[in-house]
């Protein structure tokens, strides 16, 4: 959408850095997920040579895809410092997207952000845990399964689950 890349730059930087997409390569789930999505809906095209989802729907799959993706992460702060750095982005891109698109995107929007505030805030805790206490219970993979099975009834409600994967 034009509007989107005729914003000041300082509403830009969020978009710009989830269009990017993680920087770790394991995250193919959160990749089609936001990353996709977030490129179709800025450029209002599909990118060839680049990853874009045109319609709102996913997949349960690509959702339950996330635990696995986070399990990844393993007890390595920086690599959980650069997931929470991703969706942090993510989380700010789909606010500006929020404020800049029409009515009809609001309601996506709200259950991807709503996705990404869940999942940044359990990886900020998770970091915090790893950063002050040598040994934690802390399993941020059962909170990622658990934020999915919350989120699979928002999508469906919303009606952006389909039947099929992105594969």
């Known amino acids: 959408m034009n509007s989107v890349l005729e914003l000041p730059v300082y509403r830009l930087h969020d978009i710009l850095a989830a269009?990017?997409?993680?920087?770790?390569?394991f995250l193919?789930?959160?990749?089609?997920?936001?990353t996709a999505r977030i490129r179709y809906l800025v450029y209002d095209t599909t990118m060839i040579g680049c990853l874009t989802r045109e319609t709102p729907e996913i997949s349960e799959s690509d959702l339950q895809?996330?635990?696995?993706?986070?399990?990844?992460?393993?007890?390595?702060?920086?690599?959980?410092?650069?997931?929470?750095?991703?969706m942090a982005h993510?989380?700010?891109?789909?606010?500006?997207?929020?404020?800049?698109?029409?009515s009809d995107y609001w309601d996506e929007l709200a259950v991807l952000k709503n996705l990404?505030?869940?999942?940044?805030?359990?990886?900020s805790e998770y970091k915090y845990e790893l950063r002050h206490f040598k040994c934690t219970s802390f399993s941020?993979?059962?909170?990622v399964q658990e934020i999915v099975k919350n989120?699979?009834?928002?999508?469906?409600?919303?009606?952006?689950l389909k039947e099929v994967g992105c594969d």
Do not use: N
């Open 28 to 34: 193919d789930a959160h990749k089609w997920i936001f």
């Open 140 to 143: 941020i993979v059962e909170r």
């Open 116 to 123: 990404a505030v869940s999942l940044t805030h359990t990886a």
């Open 19 to 25: 269009i990017r997409g993680p920087d770790l390569e």
């Open 90 to 102: 993510v989380r700010g891109a789909l606010t500006v997207l929020a404020d800049v698109l029409p």
């Open 151 to 160: 989120y699979i009834e928002d999508f469906e409600k919303a009606g952006l």
């Open 65 to 86: 895809a996330l635990p696995d993706e986070v399990k990844q992460l393993g007890r390595d702060v920086d690599k959980v410092t650069a997931y929470c750095h991703y």
